[in-house]
């Protein structure tokens, strides 16, 4: 069954970095997208960016454009995301979720498989 655990999260200072992690284990995601997403409170979730396990082919959302970068590890199965210029309102709870359908900037709709998400708080 494929799990996946994220990592990293935290508290930082406005201006800060973070690195968080996501660790695939379970199946072989090989044809699979996987992403972060974010969801603040009182806010729905949204997809933060994705990256294909195919083709290494990348998508951000229009603000962590030059803030965030998504990378992969295939020999430790994980999915980075890291974050750079960290602000207030990145504060959330961030997932990363795996679509069999590789796709890329599309939401939530099709990724099936969700792990169980680690705090983000941005704050002085």
């Known amino acids: 069954q494929l799990q996946l655990v994220e990592s990293g999260g935290g508290l930082v200072q406005p201006g800060g970095s973070l690195r968080l992690s996501c660790a695939v284990s379970?199946?072989?995601?090989?044809?699979?997208?996987i992403g972060w997403f974010r969801q603040a409170p009182g806010k729905e979730r949204e997809e933060v960016a994705s990256i294909s396990m195919s083709d290494d082919s990348t998508w951000y959302a229009d603000s962590m454009k030059g803030r965030f970068t998504i990378s992969r590890d295939g020999s430790k199965n994980t999915v980075d995301l890291q974050m750079n210029s960290l602000k207030s309102e990145d504060t959330a709870v961030y997932y990363c979720?795996?679509?069999?359908?590789?796709?890329?900037?599309?939401?939530?709709?099709?990724?099936?498989?969700w792990g169980q998400g680690t705090q983000v708080t941005v704050s002085s």
């Open positions: 379970g199946f072989n995601v090989g044809g699979y997208a």
């Open positions: 979720a795996a679509d069999p359908s590789d796709g890329l900037g599309y939401g939530d709709e099709n990724y099936s498989y």
